[in-house]
Every structure is written in C-alpha cells, then in structure tokens.
C-alpha cells in the first residue's frame, strides 16, 4: 500500500509542477491516478483516444476517482473533451461515466472509428492527451501498461496530429444520450 502511497504522490507532484519527465505504470490502480491527475490540472482540452470508455466492463473508466476528476476538468468554463472510440454502441454501453458526463455534452464531442486504429509498433495503443503537453500513452491495452508525462509538448504535437487525422476522418456520434 505504501509503494502506491508514493506513485500517487509522485504522479501528483509530477503534474503539479508539470514536469517533463516519463513515468512508467502498470494497471488499472495505476492508469486511473495517471487519468485523475491529466484531469485535474488540464484546462483547456482533453484528447481521448480508446476503445469503448462507456463500457460497463471498464474498470478504469467506472471508477469514481476518474469520473469526479472528468467532472471537475468538465465544469471548468471554455473546455473541450473529445473522444475517438473504436467501439461504442449508444444502445448498449452506458457505465457510470457516461450517465455522469451527460449534462456536458456541449463540451464533449464524441466520434466513432472503428476501421482504423493507431498502432506502435504493430499493437494498437490508446492515449490522452491534456492541454496538448502532457500525455498518457498506453502500449499495452491489456496490462494497461503506459508511459506518461506532463510537460512534453514535442510528443503531444505528435498523438496530436494522429488524433486529428482520425478524428476528421471517423463517423461523427451526434448524441451519447
């Protein structure tokens, strides 16, 4: 318990000072004190790039931690979340984030590309991006083993680029209602 006493404080600390430096984690206790934080000190615009984060079946996405610090980035004036998903049926897939989210969805937009996928080095990946500067990177989607950092601009301006390029090109979900 102490070890993620001290990778939560570190995490914080991290993204506090917005230091440029990568941190490695492993997990799902780990990526939701990575997500908690991006979202907490974001505050203009979130990038989400994932599978299917309204999935009932998200450990990550269910948690409370990350559904109160994705309210609180939410409730800020002038912020923008925008989501590429390559899987989401609006029918189906309605966790608790999205039941939470729902009163924010004109700062949401949300969009479906299920044809395409970003891979690094042949395996598909997943990442957040926050305020275009500091980054969750998941190269594992199963281990949810990821790199981050929360001031490293020149890899952000990459995801970046790939987000957009998908994101422009994927189905737009007009409502997640």
Sequence with gaps: MSNFLNYNESVSFSADNNLNNVLYNEGDN???VIFSNIFR???QEILLYAKNIFSDKNEV???SNYINSLI???GNEDVKLKILLTEYNPEKDNNLLR????KYKDKITIRINNKQSIKRESKPIHFCIGDNRMYRLEYDIKKRKAICNFN???S????TSFFNQLFLSSSAQESFI
């Design 30 to 32: 780990h990526a939701i």
């Design 41 to 43: 000190t974001s505050k």
């Design 61 to 63: 996405t269910t948690s």
């Design 72 to 74: 609180g980035f939410l």
């Design 99 to 102: 039941e939470n989210i729902i």
């Design 152 to 154: 490293d601009v020149t």
């Design 156 to 159: 952000c301006t990459k995801f």
